[in-house]
């Protein structure tokens, strides 16, 4: 079994419980990358363009079952753009080993957040300026603006340098600062996903990191499982969706922890 096969099953494994958890991936699919041989900086870029594709099928389901928040997507998402596209570029003057590090920590964070309990609080009518209290279908929640604005630039940032999508950290946002049901939490951050790793794959792509024979292949795998995956997470209980987020991504965060050991 050559490399690009191995890629490509490993891409569409990985591609099922992510797009369940609207991370599409990329915090498996760059250590994956690096792992078979691939080089920091061009396994980021087709991170990134992956995600694109994996994140866009899942998206497409959760829509179809009305649980993507465009308006609240909208408001959170073009400081996240904006600086994953300068992370993306700026991504070449910081060393690969310094970028995993720095992945592998914020993983685990994320990871250890979403295992924490959350109870249910009464939403508070109080009108505040910077406090956003949204109404999407059935629900309810209140978003606080002054939080999630600075919080969602800066994932941007590491996503768009690291070639994730933010998803690992968008989605414990929203579900424990925010109040956002974890169904719906999901599905807004697959579109959110695409968005963001589009950005960060023009800033790689920018730089001269894209090999196109190598990226569009696995990107196809990709969506297949997102397809695959979406369709599986409107069958699961949000209770084992958080909890699947959790354990993947403290999973990923132990993957390339040892893979930058290994590879210093």
Request: hydrophobic share 55%; charged share 10%.
């Amino acid at each position: 079994m050559n490399r690009m096969t191995i890629v490509l099953l490993v891409v569409l494994l990985i591609a099922v419980p992510t797009a369940m958890t609207g991370r599409g991936g990329g915090n498996f699919y760059v250590p994956v990358l690096v792992a078979t041989g691939a080089p920091m900086h061009e396994a980021a870029t087709t991170g990134q363009l992956i995600l694109v594709f994996t994140s866009v099928a899942a998206m497409l389901v959760f829509q179809k079952y009305g649980h993507v928040d465009w308006k609240l997507a909208l408001v959170i998402e073009p400081p996240t753009n904006l600086m994953a596209l300068a992370g993306g570029y700026l991504a070449h003057g910081v060393s690969g080993t310094s970028l995993k590090f720095v992945l592998t920590g914020l993983l685990v964070l994320a990871g250890f957040c979403m295992l924490l309990k959350v109870k249910e609080r009464p939403i508070s009518q109080k009108k505040r300026f910077g406090f956003w209290h949204r109404q999407f279908a059935d629900k309810q929640y209140v978003v606080n603006l002054w939080l999630v604005i600075p919080i969602t630039a800066a994932v941007g940032l590491v996503a768009g340098a690291v070639g994730i999508s933010g998803g690992s950290f968008k989605v414990p946002l929203m579900v424990l600062a925010c109040g956002v049901p974890m169904r719906i939490a999901v599905g807004t951050s697959s579109a959110m996903v695409a968005a963001t790793a589009l950005m960060g794959f023009l800033g790689h792509t920018a730089g001269g990191d894209f090999n196109m024979g190598y990226a569009l292949p696995a990107a196809c795998a990709g969506a297949v499982g997102g397809l695959i995956g979406g369709k599986i997470a409107m069958k699961t209980r949000p209770r084992s969706l958080k909890k699947l987020f959790a354990y993947t991504t403290l999973a990923a965060a132990v993957f390339m922890g040892f893979n930058t050991l290994l590879t210093r």
